[in-house]
T-cell receptor
Framework: KQEVTQIPAALSVPEGENLVLNCSFT??????LQWFRQDPGKGLTSLLL???SQREQTSGRLNASLDKSSGRSTLYIAASQPGDSATYLC??????????WGLGTSLAVNP | DVKVTQSSRYLVKRTGEKVFLECVQD?????MFWYRQDPGLGLRLIYF???????EKGDIPEGYSVSREKKERFSLILESASTNQTSMYLC??????????????FGPGTRLLVL
């Protein structure tokens, strides 16, 4: 069964800390992996998309890595800010065109 | 910037009513999607469409139907609303190709309460 798991479910850190969010998937036959951000009561915003042939993608203070062999992706946020507070979702598209979503990590960055 | 808009942010309906949720995107995207999002269950795909008048069932299509008469507009219809359809409904679009393959752009969501 194709599953996506995000750990931890919730995280609270002080401002300025570097942090890592984890996403694991059960089937290595993936096409791509995406990280999204969702603010409370709102839609999702795409942050980074990593194709299966890539190892990482960077955008500003965000860096996402992909290790297909171990079934893991990490989202690294450098120098966290209160504005980074949101829920971060991982979505894996498999080669069979199924898109499987994780439940997300709720991040609170405290001033 | 891609813009995906949904007709309502909040909606309250009664059991048995027919409910229409509208979604419009302004970037000429081929694919459009309807999801529902529930605590502990995450996002679940209801239906998607990869072209005008084309539709495909997602993971939980029961109790829903869709309509795509124009490329920019994708409607979700609850034929007879039930309390278990109380949820956050999210519309998304993506550029081209079958199913996903490209990043999706999401609307702000419609929070539906069925009494």
């Amino acid at each position: 069964k194709q599953e996506v798991t995000q750990i931890p479910a919730a995280l609270s850190v002080p401002e300025g800390e570097n942090l890592v969010l984890n996403c694991s998937f059960t089937d290595s036959a993936i096409y791509n992996l995406q990280w999204f951000r969702q603010d409370p009561g709102k839609g999702l915003t795409s942050l980074l998309l990593i194709q299966s042939s890539q190892r990482e993608q960077t955008s500003g203070r965000l860096n996402a890595s992909l290790d297909k062999s171990s079934g893991r992706s990490t989202l690294y946020i450098a120098a966290s800010q209160p504005g980074d507070s949101a829920t971060y979702l991982c979505a894996v598209e498999y080669n069979n065109r199924k898109l499987i979503w994780g439940l997300g990590t709720s991040l609170a960055v405290n001033p | 910037d891609v813009k995906v808009t949904q007709s309502s942010r909040y909606l309250v309906k009664r059991t048995g009513e027919k409910v229409f949720l509208e979604c419009v995107q302004d970037m000429d995207h081929e694919n459009m999607f309807w999801y529902r999002q529930d605590p502990g269950l995450g996002l679940r795909l209801i239906y998607f469409s990869y072209d005008v008048k084309m539709k495909e069932k997602g993971d939980i299509p029961e109790g829903y139907s869709v309509s795509r008469e124009k490329k920019e507009r994708f409607s979700l219809i609850l034929e007879s609303a039930s309390t278990n359809q109380t949820s956050m409904y999210l519309c998304a679009s993506s550029l081209w190709g079958l199913a996903v393959r490209e990043t999706q752009y999401f609307g702000p969501g419609t929070r539906l309460l069925v009494l």
